[in-house]
């Protein structure tokens, strides 16, 4: 079997089109313009890169896009100072503190004093514990868009086995709660579980977030089962730099019924769901229905 590739790129883009639709209802119907404030501190390569890009896909969407670049060593009181000031601030519905932070500020404290209803990352443990509880909440990007590339897939989830490799708080536990909201049997595996070649051949979704390049080959993959890919891992081959997934992609295809590509499946969905977040925060804001399609 060869398997149908899931574009997360195309997906992306049809996500970033429906939000702008509801950017425009809302601007014209409600004079009400979403606005994300980003907030990045030191000059770390990998997350300039990130920013640059919300940015401009933020503003391209037709919402207003803010950009706080802080020195390396901000102290956490000025940190916490420029959240309060955000948090206060009607123009702003969504707020993401870019991470890794510096070693000197604590992630956690910073999070933790975002605005829940702004926190359009989902890192806040009061969104944490929404989900958890099956309650409203601000839904991590990423794995919002993985599950809403299964839906999109599949239609319903209910019933089927889904295991997730990888336990981070971003990713792998998220991931498995919305699994389970959508009544999948959740399996969260990872780097120590034992067998975890049987545990994964198990799985009719297989989420894989570990972070580590080509970890699952294709004999790990149940003939026709879903492959959700969300690694994104530069190595050097033949003396050239090469992203793969944590999913060896060749031997997965030969296999899996549908499967995400590295680049251009996951990693598109983060930022669109992150506008779909922002419109989401908006809406919520301002007592307005949600939009549909955009939500978890
Ligand atoms: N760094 C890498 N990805 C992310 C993300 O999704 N959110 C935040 N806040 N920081 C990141």
Request: charge should be negative; include cysteine; aromatic fraction near 2%.
């Amino acid at each position: 079997m060869t398997a149908s590739i899931i574009d997360g790129k195309d997906f992306a883009a049809r996500v970033r089109a429906k939000v702008a639709d509801n950017v425009t209802t809302l601007k014209e119907q409600h004079g009400l313009t979403p606005g994300l404030a980003v907030v990045l501190v030191g000059e770390d390569p990998a997350s300039q890169v990130y920013v640059r890009s919300k940015g401009k896909l933020t503003v391209e969407v037709g919402m207003a896009s803010f950009e706080h670049k802080l020195e390396a060593d901000t102290s956490e009181a000025d940190l916490l100072a420029l959240i309060a000031k955000l948090n206060a601030d009607p123009e702003i519905h969504g707020i993401l503190v870019q991470l890794p932070l510096p070693e000197h500020l604590d992630s956690d404290l910073v999070i933790n004093s975002i605005d829940p209803a702004k926190d359009v990352d989902g890192f806040h443990i009061s969104n944490v514990g929404l989900l958890g509880t099956g309650q409203k909440s601000m839904v991590p990007c990423t794995p919002l868009g993985c599950l809403m590339m299964l839906r999109d897939h599949h239609g319903s989830l209910s019933g089927m086995n889904a295991v997730v490799v990888g336990r981070s708080n971003i990713v792998g536990k998220p991931m498995a709660q919305l699994l389970l909201g959508d009544s999948c049997t959740v399996t969260i595996a990872h780097s120590r579980s034992k067998d975890l070649p049987a545990i994964c051949r198990g799985a009719d979704i297989l989420v894989a977030a570990v972070g580590r390049p080509e970890m699952i080959p294709g004999d790990w993959v149940k003939p026709g089962a879903t492959v959700i890919d969300v690694g994104i891992n530069r190595i050097e081959r033949d003396g050239k730099t090469k992203l793969v997934g944590d999913v060896h992609f060749d031997s997965a295809a030969q296999v899996a019924g549908a499967i995400t590509p590295v680049p251009g499946g996951v990693g598109p969905m983060t930022i669109a769901c992150l506008l779909a977040n922002t419109v989401t925060a908006a809406c919520r804001a301002h007592g307005l229905p949600e939009p549909e399609g955009l939500t978890a």
